[in-house]
């Protein structure tokens, strides 16, 4: 308690020292003057009396010290005149600091990039209310490979039934809308969403209602609930437009609530429509096989995600025992976070936040390094002092006031560089990255940087602290005095730094250099398809004004014959999903062979289904191989037909005669199609996704609404677009044109990902290798420096300069190769943590390895010979005489 | 803890090495002057040590306020701004609780250490050094 109170009085004064001792000279005057007062009262003359006051109350000066130390802290008051004597120190040599400022900048700032974005996407609570309890339970198909799976209404509806499991279950179904009430019309993102989904996000409307169960009837009347940034854009945030009623689909919808901000998920949801489960579901939306519905539930309170799932794993594994057609699945809960983030995302992450950790060390080592060469060079001062009698600890925290103002500096910079490459990380990353947008330099990530700050400090200025409080009083005296090689001891600590900063290095590099080996297998894939100047874009024919099939069908064929007259335009179809992961439907399908027994009798092959208009393969450039393409006269009421992709030929028919037979996809639409095509492979999910079976029919016998226009186009296809629009738009004037985009364009975006981690991650890495160039450059010409006099006396009894050259070259190669072993093991043991984002490359690739450790080499090398070079000019006659 | 720390602390490093006795017992006659006479300032509170030791002891005045700065410091005394006899700014100091709980612990330690002393001196000596 004293304690306390000594040092809250001593704190007071400190920040109020000035003050104190004002107040203290006030106070001795006062005590003079009353003396001299006292004494002139008693007869002296006031010469006499002003004596005799300054004798009896002592010595002014000395008191006057005393009181000022004891009102101090005195470790603190030392140390900020270490901070000032530090400054005074790094100011006289400014290249010097400004490397070392600078080094700690790149490391600093790269972490607080970093960090700022795994805030923002890993670390900050999702925005809805108590988002802990909110999961996604989703189906695994163990033959998918997947735990993602999409759920049927059937296992929907029992989870809704399991009241002490989960608070509320909502089904949901994400896709998109016309609104073409007025003006151009215009395509939305909508969730269709039954009346659970509100409650479920737990948020309530900014305005008006949510929908209420007997609205998710499917007879009901059409309402919609407005999300906050499609009402602010298309209604100007008009409270009015409650009640108000609108076309979507050019259909009447009443417009019955609006959601909040951030109160959705998914967040990209514009609009929001009833999903019409309601009622009495039908015997098609019960079967278990249909899996159309995501899911998402909030847990009951004081239920965990893991009680959750033990339960629903028994009940999917009595299903799966229980359904033929659910051999293979049961459930997996995703939390809401986890399920948002994806696991891919997650480890890219954790990878980057390592590489720009170890990028960090490496300044702070190369710091420590520059310190320690500086220390050395002033063992002769800090010698001195301890004979003066410095105690240890007030050599070392002076020597740690250097390394705290270097990296409060290079904090300083950093947070300024980590704020704009935090920008720069933005502009370039890929937009599929949830919450990047809202990633910024925040008070938690201030709060980081200051912490980062003082681990800097820390690491870099231990070792030249340690080293000079190390310094004996009088041994450098001798050393320094006149030596031959000074300091060994402080070579080896030095040494060893750069040992570890080259190991770091090569971890980074070889991450870097994985990933790089990735990305170009990635470029090499070959897509099955030519993707040059095709221009694609989503459109939907409205039930309102084409309300059946045929009309659906007559409606894309007025369009595409008008998309073909456009100049400029070489061929154009539409099929109902673009390959490689652009969009659309591809609905799973089971298939049998004419005559084929179904199951269990004999194993159905399943095939993804697609919808494809005549021209499709010549159009986006998927070879045919057999047979011939769809044409106009596969019509709605000609022989059925279907084209099946190669490898689904041969899953099917493994005798190789293909064309003219029959299958039929046996569960769902059940009609006998003649095989007249096959066509090539194309990868549907994805550049790194296996090919898989497919089947193609023509739209004509399967007349779907929503499909994707791909249009090849002679000239760049930008210049194209505003024509092919107006085409659209003389046939059908309210059709919006939605996703415009280009085939390049989806390929590029299979590769944004890795291009993006691999960017940074040589940014890096280079930065990495670098700053241990630096390093190992300091190090090597600070150890010739320091050998001058040595070296001439080699040279002068007879070295020659190949010699000397061999020594440094000696030195350097041992400090590699120590650096190069440590950094191999090290990447050994965590290049694993990438295997996740490598494709077709092992976390231990040998290729990748060696560049890494060959880049190394030669940067070492280069950094090497300036120090070499000048070794070899020294002269022996000048070094002699050199002290 | 406290008997010590009241005599330990008048040889920190920022005392004045003179006599170590005086300055341990000056803190302890600061104390008992505010105890008994009430807020005084610095030059107060010498006049009165002068007073009661009749010239016995010689006091460097100015080794009151490092006194008054040490048991401030405690939080045994407190100070105030005032006006002195001579109508000038003048610190006043006034005992605490805290204060005068010391003060009373240290008076009885005083009153046994002096017994101890008295009897050692007074013990007849057995032929010199």
């Not at chain 1, 980081?448 to 009088?474: D, E, K, T």
């Not at chain 1, 409606?555 to 659309?584: D, M, N, Q």
């Not at chain 2, 010689?58 to 005394?77: A, D, F, M, P």
Request: aromatic letters at 6%; hydrophobic letters at 45%; proline letters at 4%.
């Amino acid at each position: 308690m004293k304690r306390v109170w000594r040092f809250i009085s001593r704190l007071h004064d400190l920040l109020a020292s000035h003050r104190s001792e004002r107040d203290f000279n006030q106070e001795v005057e006062l005590h003079l003057s009353l003396l001299i007062e006292k004494f002139m009262g008693d007869g002296m003359s006031p010469e006499d009396a002003q004596d005799a006051a300054r004798r009896q109350f002592g010595n002014v000066t000395s008191l006057s010290e005393i009181h000022g130390e004891m009102r101090s802290f005195g470790g603190v008051h030392a140390f900020f005149r270490d901070l000032r004597h530090g400054a005074r120190v790094l100011r006289k040599t400014p290249a010097w600091t400004a490397v070392a400022v600078l080094t700690l900048t790149v490391g600093i700032g790269a972490n607080i990039a970093i960090f700022s974005v795994i805030q923002a996407v890993l670390l900050k609570p999702l925005p809805y209310p108590d988002p802990v309890r909110l999961v996604v339970p989703c189906t695994i198909f163990q033959r998918l490979n997947t735990d993602r799976g999409n759920d049927s209404f059937a296992d929907i509806l029992d989870w809704k039934a399991e009241r002490d499991l989960f608070e509320s279950v909502a089904a949901l179904i994400p896709g998109s809308t016309d609104l073409t009430d007025g003006g151009e019309p215009d395509r939305v993102r909508a969730l269709f969403v039954d009346d659970a989904y509100f409650q479920v996000m737990g948020a309530p409307p900014l305005l008006g209602r949510f929908f209420t169960a007997a609205e998710n009837l499917p007879s009901a009347p059409p309402v919609v609930v407005l999300g906050r940034n499609l009402w602010m854009r298309r209604y100007g945030g008009d409270p009015g437009v409650i009640a108000r009623r609108i076309e979507v689909r050019g259909a009447p919808a009443t417009i019955v609530g609006v959601a909040q901000a951030d109160s959705t998920w998914p967040s990209e949801g514009e609009i929001f429509q009833p999903l019409g489960t309601g009622g009495q579901p039908d015997a098609d939306m019960l079967r278990r096989d249909n899996h159309e519905y995501l899911a998402l539930a909030r847990l009951a309170r004081g239920v965990s995600i893991e009680q959750a799932q033990a339960r629903l794993t028994v009940i999917g594994a009595r299903i799966a025992e229980r359904e033929s057609t659910r051999k293979g699945t049961n459930w997996k809960l995703h939390s809401l976070a986890a399920y948002v983030i994806g696991p891919t995302l997650r480890q890219t992450l954790i990878v980057l936040f390592g590489a720009v950790v170890l990028v960090l060390l490496i300044a702070c080592v190369n710091v420590a390094n520059l310190l320690l060469a500086r220390g050395a060079a002033r063992e002769r001062e800090v010698s001195i002092r301890a004979a003066l009698g410095a105690g240890r600890g007030r050599i070392a925290t002076q020597f740690l006031a250097e390394s705290v103002l270097l990296s409060v500096a290079g904090g300083a910079a950093g947070i300024v560089a980590g704020f704009w490459g935090l920008k720069a990380l933005i502009l370039r990353a890929p937009s599929d990255i949830p919450r990047l947008e809202q990633a910024h330099v925040d008070v938690r990530v201030l709060a980081f940087s200051v912490g980062l700050c003082l681990v800097a400090a820390l690491i870099a200025g231990v070792a030249p602290a340690w080293q000079a409080a190390r310094v004996a009083p009088l041994q450098s005296f001798h050393e320094a005095g006149r030596s031959v090689s000074a300091g060994f001891r402080a070579n080896r600590v030095r040494s060893l730094l750069v040992v570890t900063e080259l190991a770091l290095a090569l971890v980074v590099l070889i991450g870097a250099g994985l990933l790089i080996h990735s990305v170009a297998r990635i470029a090499k894939v070959e897509p099955g398809i030519a993707a040059h100047n095709v221009l694609t874009m989503g459109l939907s024919l409205p039930d309102s004004r084409y309300a059946r099939g045929p009309q659906v069908a007559d409606g894309f064929e007025r369009v595409l014959s008008a998309v073909r007259r456009v100049p400029g335009v070489i061929a154009a179809s539409a099929t109902s999903a673009l390959p490689l992961g652009g969009g659309g439907f591809y609905l799973g399908r089971v298939f049998l062979r004419d005559g084929q027994p179904e199951p269990p009798a004999s194993a159905d092959t399943a095939a993804a289904w697609s919808v494809v208009q005549p021209g499709y393969f010549a159009t986006v450039g998927i070879p045919i191989l057999q047979g011939r393409p769809f044409t106009n006269e596969d019509g709605a009421n000609s022989t059925p037909v279907i084209i099946v992709s190669q490898s689904m030929a041969r899953a099917m028919f493994p005798d190789g005669r293909v064309l003219g037979r029959r299958m039929r996809s046996w569960r769902d639409e059940n009609v006998y199609r003649e095989i007249v095509g096959v066509v090539g492979d194309v990868r549907h999910y994805g550049l790194t996704e296996d090919a898989t079976n497919t089947v193609y029919v023509p739209h004509t016998q399967n007349a779907w609404r929503s499909l994707t226009l791909v249009v090849r186009t002679g000239p760049d296809p930008a210049t194209v677009l505003n024509r092919v629009r107006d085409a659209i738009w003389t046939v059908d004037r309210k059709l919006p044109v939605a996703d415009v985009r280009t085939l390049e364009q989806v390929i590029d975006r299979n590769m944004a990902r890795s291009r993006f981690s691999m960017f940074l991650l040589i940014l890096f890495g280079g930065a990495a290798v670098v700053l241990a160039a630096i390093g190992i450059y300091g190090m090597i010409a600070y150890a010739v420096a320091q050998r001058t006099r040595e070296i001439g006396i080699r040279m002068a009894l007879g070295a020659d300069r190949r010699t000397v050259v061999a020594m440094v070259a000696r030195n350097t190669a041992a400090l590699a190769g120590a650096g190069i072993v440590c950094g191999v093991g090290a990447a050994v043991a965590l290049t694993r943590l990438l295997q996740s984002m490598l494709y077709e490359v092992s976390a231990t690739d040998a290729a990748s390895f060696g560049g890494a450790v060959l880049l190394l080499l030669a940067l070492g090398s280069a950094a090497a010979c300036v120090p070499a070079w000048r070794a070899s000019r020294i002269d022996p006659v000048s070094t002699l005489r050199y002290e | 803890m406290n008997r010590a720390s009241f005599y330990a602390m008048s040889k920190g490093r920022a005392a004045v090495k003179r006599s170590d006795v005086l300055q341990g017992t000056l803190d302890l006659m600061v104390l008992k002057t505010l105890d008994a006479l009430g807020p005084l300032h610095g030059y107060g509170i010498a006049r009165r040590i002068e007073q009661v030791s009749k010239d016995v002891l010689r006091l460097n005045e100015g080794t009151v306020y490092t006194s008054l700065l040490r048991l401030q410091q405690q939080g045994w005394i407190a100070s105030a701004w005032g006006l002195s006899e001579n109508n000038r700014r003048a610190k006043f100091y006034s005992i605490t609780g805290r204060g005068r709980k010391q003060l009373a612990s240290e008076t009885a330690d005083w009153g046994r250490i002096a017994g101890v002393i008295t009897r050692l001196l007074a013990l007849a000596p057995r032929g010199g050094e």
